[in-house]
């Protein structure tokens, strides 16, 4: 384990924003990208956070994230986009269509924006908090490379889906819910197979479609979506309105971000957005919403020391510490970051 | 057991209208109750069929649905509108959110409707399939009487929330996910109990919170919801978008339908339509969905004898086949159905 230091917000976003430009990509869209990767950082989600520069700037560099891309927005209809990632970063393509769902919702009070042709684009949640901020409802999700095979298959044809529901309360923390589709990560899997350890069973099939608690079984078979039928059924339909609705690749026609650096994804993403101040009025959703959160938060506890939480409250306390206190990172990934924005190859 | 009969779909429909109009019903509210009932039967989704009707009528009876009910459509703007069922029968409420919103859908290319003081909608699949006869994708989600704790709770304060997803395929089978939020419904642990059987780990919780394969003790408890904190989180999502932006109830505010014959449930659903030809084109759409379609179908079976379905395949099936044949009812069933047409006392 390398030792942990701190590093103020600001100063971490400068330092990602960097690295991006320095393997190529535009200031603007490797400013979207750092905005997205350190709030996750802040929120404490940080396998999506700035560990994942030094993929970027390699897919960057073999031409999988395309540096000159052109993301265009083309609107439908008044409450209906759809943008055009041309390969840019995920999280500047995601960026581009949340802004412009928030701008037609505030309008209309509603949007759909799907995407294209785009990347890897991060966590959820921070698209999420930050609709929240905004006053708006955020249904979201993307799609991804294959590692779940269909509800009775024996084949990876589905990807981990992420989706991504979002409701803004007066004050934070907002209702935050932000969650993939397999029982467990691929990367805890990995993290099994090199500590040497089994896997608990019903996370994963081997490569014949049987259960195992192999991990190196596991990885040459698939992840075990989480409710069996449901959450294989709850991935398509992720892949359903992030994919094949919007003209991106879908289910094993994606490339993975990982595997093929030189390969666009061609992922798919999607955001709904609802205005509740159109449907009741600020004063009665604020009312209302308040209420819903107290009345889960004041669930009698099955373990009295750990109050029960609304989704996402955890990472949204973590995120108010971060921000006074500097956001915590492993050494080496710091020196890793410094290196890449002083443009040391990947 | 009772022996099985078989009855044709129209028959039956108009048994099940006549059967709510001798309890109060008006005609229409009939009719649409009816259509969506016969919807379930047809499916396949018994449970939420025909067999409800006895309770309906008890509770047309005793206030919890009120017979002269008047339910009004309020739109909100272009693309969104608010039901106010006025304590109606909920798929005569459900029916006409849905009719809105598809004629919004069709102007616009999108629509979300909400609805408040309704009652038990039925099966949300019908809603979902008749969205893709018309070629509209829909999301759609109901709130329930509270049966699962929150992640960490020991008190239920979370209904079983359905949520839908349906996107229309140039011919049937469409996709079709109607799923709840728990493990295992409710019904299933009653079966148990009624048969002196254990009920597996993972379906419950007792009263103090403390896992439990009793089904005794699990009724007195509460339902796990699948996934763990994933399952508690949608649930709750599910509210958020049904019950607390459309001003229903939700959480512990609602009333169970069946605890509480003369009370209104105070339930909410919400529908969110989209036209994917207004996003992509209707050959691209086509194209790009029987692709999805075809690709998940055609995974390699873990059980060569059981080809991979998409979600409500089977239930299609089985509705061809009853459209068909006739719909399959236990006798007693039937002989109830006719009784309550003639005006029996429920």
Same mark, same amino acid.
């Given at each position: 384990? %390398? +030792?942990? /230091? *701190?590093?103020?917000? &600001? +100063?971490?976003?400068?330092?990602?924003?960097?690295?991006l430009t320095a393997a190529g990509a535009q200031a603007a869209q490797a400013a979207a990208t750092a905005e997205v990767l350190v709030e996750s950082d802040l929120l404490g989600i940080t396998t999506h956070g700035v560990q994942r520069l030094a993929t970027y700037c390699q897919r960057l560099r073999q031409g999988g994230i395309k540096a000159a891309a052109q993301i265009t927005v083309e609107r439908k209809a008044p409450s209906l986009a759809l943008v055009d990632g041309d390969s840019a970063l995920g999280q500047a393509v995601a960026l581009t269509a949340l802004e412009s769902g928030l701008e037609m919702a505030a309008e209309t009070g509603?949007?759909? /924006? &799907?995407?294209?042709? %785009?990347?890897h684009l991060g966590a959820l949640a921070p698209y &999420? #908090?930050?609709a929240c901020e905004k006053g708006f409802l955020l249904v979201g999700g993307s799609n991804a490379a294959s590692t779940m095979a269909p509800w009775g298959g024996r084949e990876a044809r589905l990807g981990n889906n992420p989706l991504a529901v979002a409701a803004p309360c007066p004050e934070a923390p907002h209702f935050l819910l932000d969650m993939a589709m397999s029982v467990a990560a691929r990367g805890k899997v990995r993290r099994a197979e090199r500590e040497g350890r089994p896997i608990p069973e019903g996370w994963a099939l081997d490569a014949e479609g049987r259960p195992t608690t192999d991990p190196a079984a596991a990885l040459a078979g698939f992840l075990l979506p989480f409710g069996g039928h449901k959450g294989s059924g709850l991935s398509?339909?992720? =892949?359903?309105?992030? &994919? /094949?609705?919007?003209?991106?690749?879908? #289910? *094993? =026609?994606? %490339?993975s971000g990982i595997g093929h650096l030189d390969r666009p994804s061609g992922s798919g993403h999607f955001f709904l957005l609802i205005d509740p101040k159109r449907l009741l009025g600020a004063g009665a959703y604020a009312a209302a919403v308040s209420r819903f959160r107290a009345l889960v938060q004041e669930t009698p506890p099955a373990d009295p020391a750990a109050p029960v939480r609304i989704p996402g409250q955890r990472q949204q306390a973590q995120r108010a510490k971060a921000l006074r206190d500097g956001i915590e990172l492993p050494q080496d990934l710091l020196a890793r970051l410094e290196a890449l924005a002083a443009g040391a190859p990947d």
């Open positions: 384990m %390398s +030792d942990q /230091v *701190t590093i103020a917000t &600001g +100063d971490l976003r400068r330092l990602a924003a960097a690295a509603i949007a759909y /924006v &799907g995407c294209r042709n %785009s990347n &999420g #908090l930050k398509q339909a992720v =892949d359903l309105l992030a &994919g /094949v609705v919007t003209g991106a690749r879908f #289910l *094993t =026609d994606l %490339s």
